[in-house]
C-alpha cells in the first residue's frame, strides 16, 4: 500500500510539473510573440501616404517632355565595404559617417547636374542603426529643396530591433519619388513576400510599390510607380511573384488609360546577361529571367538589345561590392513605361557615379501622351 501511495504522489507530482512546464511555455511563446509584435511592422496591402508638395509646383502639360531618374543610392554606404550580406565572407556592418557625408553630397551633385523632372529612389535609411539613425531622405531634401518642392515617400523594411547579430538593432529603409511638378496622390501596395517561417518572416524586408499620381493639365494624371524587388540569394518563386504582381498593377493602368512610368532596382537580369556572367556570380539569377513578364507587354529601358548588344558595357547598372570584380559587370535596374507614352531617349550614368553606390542612376527622356 505504502508503494501504491509513494507511485500516486510520485504521478501526481510530475502532473503537477507537466503542467507547469506547459504553462511556462505558453508563456514564453506568448512573450515572444508579443515582443515580436511590438518590435515589427505589418504594412496593409494597400495604404494611402502622405506627400509633401507646394503650392507652387507647377502641373503637367500633356505632350510635354519628362525627365525621369532612378537610382538605388544603397543607404549612401560608398563603395569602400564588402558588407555581410554582399558575400559569404563579407565582414563590413556598416559605413562610417564620413563615407555617407561624401555620399550624400554626390548624390545630390549627380541630381543637381541632371535636373531630372521625377527622381525615384531606392534604398534610402529612416532610423536604421547601420547607418547612425539618418533620416536620409529629409537630408537629400535640404540639398535640393529648389528642384523638387514636391515628395513622398514608403518604407519597404522596417523594423525597431531585428536580432541578427551583424544588424543588432533597428532597420528602416525607403523608397522615395522626388518630383518637380504637383503630386496629387500617393500609395503603398505591399508587394509578395519572400517564404519563411512565421517569425523569421516579421523581419524581412516588405518590398512594396509606391505609387504616386502627377495632375495633368486638363483632368487626367500620369502613375508613377518606384520600387525595390526582393535580392534573392539564390533563384525562387518570390522575384516571379513579385514582378507579377507589378504586371498586373501596370496591366490595370493600361486598362483605365493612365499613362505610367515604373523605375527601380528589380534585381533581374535581361535577356541573355545570365550567360555572360562567371559561374560563381549567377547564383541569385536564374536563366530564365522572371523580368520576361515584364518585358513582353511593356517597353523597357534599356531593352534587351541595348543591355545584351554590342554596346552593352553602356547599359551595365550594377557594380556589386565584391573586391573580385573592377567594374559594373550587369544590368538590374530598369524603367519601364506605357506604351501611350514615347521614349526620346536614354543613358546609364557611369563616368562619375563609381564610387557613390553600388548602382548606377539610369536616366530617360520621355513625350507624354497629348490630348487627344
Known amino acids: 500500500m505504502l508503494g501504491v501511495n509513494f507511485r500516486n504522489a510520485i504521478s501526481r507530482a510530475m502532473t503537477r510539473l507537466l503542467r507547469y512546464t506547459l504553462l511556462g511555455l505558453l508563456i514564453v511563446i506568448g512573450l515572444t510573440g508579443v515582443m515580436v509584435y511590438s518590435l515589427t511592422w505589418r504594412p496593409e496591402a494597400r495604404e494611402v501616404l502622405p506627400v509633401s508638395c507646394s503650392t507652387g509646383a507647377p502641373t503637367l502639360v500633356p505632350g510635354q517632355a519628362l525627365k525621369v531618374m532612378t537610382w538605388n543610392v544603397q543607404y549612401l554606404a560608398g563603395k569602400r565595404y564588402v558588407f555581410w550580406n554582399d558575400l559569404a565572407d563579407g565582414t563590413d556592418e556598416n559605413p562610417t559617417p564620413q563615407d555617407m557625408a561624401f555620399s550624400l553630397d554626390e548624390v545630390a551633385r549627380v541630381i543637381r547636374d541632371e535636373q531630372p523632372d521625377v527622381v525615384l529612389l531606392q534604398e534610402l535609411d529612416d532610423g536604421?542603426?547601420?547607418?547612425?539613425?539618418?533620416?536620409?531622405?529629409?537630408?537629400?531634401?535640404?540639398?535640393?529643396?529648389?528642384?523638387?518642392?514636391?515628395?513622398?515617400?514608403?518604407?519597404?523594411?522596417?523594423?525597431?530591433?531585428?536580432?541578427?547579430?551583424?544588424?543588432?538593432?533597428?532597420?528602416?529603409?525607403?523608397?522615395?519619388?522626388?518630383?518637380?511638378?504637383?503630386?496629387?496622390?500617393?500609395?503603398?501596395?505591399?508587394?509578395?513576400?519572400?517564404?519563411?517561417?512565421?517569425?523569421?518572416?516579421?523581419?524581412?524586408?516588405?518590398?512594396?510599390?509606391?505609387?504616386?499620381?502627377?495632375?495633368?493639365?486638363?483632368?487626367?494624371?500620369?502613375?508613377?510607380?518606384?520600387?525595390?524587388?526582393?535580392?534573392?540569394?539564390?533563384?525562387?518563386?518570390?522575384?516571379?511573384?513579385?514582378?507579377?504582381?507589378?504586371?498586373?498593377?501596370?496591366?490595370?493602368?493600361?486598362?483605365?488609360?493612365?499613362?505610367?512610368?515604373?523605375?527601380?532596382?528589380?534585381?533581374?537580369?535581361?535577356?541573355?546577361?545570365?550567360?555572360?556572367?562567371?559561374?560563381?556570380?549567377?547564383?541569385?539569377?536564374s536563366a530564365d529571367s522572371a523580368l520576361h513578364v515584364l518585358w513582353d507587354k511593356y517597353p523597357m529601358i534599356p531593352n534587351n538589345n541595348e543591355a545584351s548588344g554590342i554596346d552593352r558595357a553602356r547599359w551595365l547598372t550594377h557594380y556589386p561590392n565584391d573586391p573580385n570584380l573592377s567594374g559594373p559587370d550587369r544590368t538590374v535596374d530598369y524603367l519601364f513605361y506605357s506604351p501611350r507614352i514615347k521614349r526620346v531617349e536614354a543613358t546609364v550614368r557611369q563616368d562619375d557615379t563609381l564610387r557613390i553606390s553600388d548602382h548606377l542612376p539610369v536616366i530617360a527622356r520621355f513625350l507624354l501622351p497629348a490630348t487627344p
Open 128 to 285: 536604421a542603426k547601420a547607418s547612425d539613425y539618418q533620416h536620409q531622405l529629409k537630408l537629400l531634401q535640404e540639398r535640393l529643396a529648389d528642384l523638387y518642392p514636391c515628395s513622398t515617400s514608403a518604407f519597404d523594411w522596417k523594423a525597431e530591433f531585428v536580432p541578427d547579430p551583424h544588424i543588432f538593432g533597428s532597420v528602416g529603409r525607403q523608397l522615395a519619388t522626388l518630383s518637380r511638378y504637383q503630386i496629387d496622390h500617393a500609395q503603398r501596395l505591399q508587394l509578395p513576400v519572400a517564404s519563411a517561417n512565421l517569425i523569421s518572416r516579421q523581419f524581412q524586408p516588405k518590398n512594396a510599390l509606391l505609387v504616386a499620381y502627377l495632375p495633368l493639365s486638363d483632368g487626367s494624371q500620369l502613375a508613377l510607380l518606384n520600387t525595390h524587388l526582393e535580392r534573392a540569394t539564390q533563384p525562387d518563386e518570390t522575384l516571379l511573384a513579385q514582378v507579377s504582381a507589378v504586371a498586373k498593377a501596370l496591366d490595370k493602368l493600361e486598362s483605365r488609360g493612365t499613362p505610367w512610368l515604373i523605375g527601380g532596382d528589380f534585381n533581374l537580369l535581361p535577356l541573355g546577361q545570365y550567360q555572360r556572367l562567371p559561374a560563381e556570380q549567377r547564383s541569385p539569377y
